[in-house]
């Protein structure tokens, strides 16, 4: 599985990874509701994710972890694509 990070000054580089972990906005306020796990075959999907950690692992180790701001995320064709304004890493 494919997994990117863009910001509006960069895009981070696409990491393979088995599985990423986002923190998801729930309802109109946008407040953290939770994490969200997507593995390999996941359906399409898109994600208004909440200000929190985002990461991606491979075999069970960390490839990627850092602190966004709030944004999107996306899921397709095994592509997980994460849009943030800010990334802490």
Known sequence: MKFTVFTPHRQFSTIECDSVK???ADGSDGK?????GIRKGHAKAVF?????KISASLNGKAVFSAECSEGFATVENDE??????????
């Open 32 to 36: 953290f509701s939770g994490c969200y």
């Open 48 to 52: 208004a994710l909440a200000k929190g």
């Open 22 to 24: 986002l923190s998801i």
């Open 80 to 89: 997980v694509r994460v849009a943030v304004d800010s990334v802490s890493e």
